[in-house]
């Protein structure tokens, strides 16, 4: 079983690598994907924030 900062570590992470991945799907043709990492990224950010991260040290647009 994971611990509450392992889980926190892992999503932290893995919303930087999302958002790089959506910057390189900003296309008329991909529009679907992009509103899929979209929606990965703010559920992450949501989980992240009811864990009680501190707001700065949540991933971002821009950050990565």
């Given at each position: ?12 992470a ?15 043709d ?29 991933p ?5």
């Amino acid at each position: 079983m994971k611990t509450n900062e392992e889980i926190i570590d892992y999503l932290i992470a893995d919303t930087h690598e999302l958002i790089g991945t959506r910057e390189h799907f900003v296309t008329d043709d991909l529009d679907g994907f992009y509103d899929y990492l979209s929606g990965i990224i703010e559920r992450s950010q949501t989980i992240l924030r009811m864990m009680g991260v501190p707001e700065d040290q949540i991933p971002q647009n821009g950050d990565c």
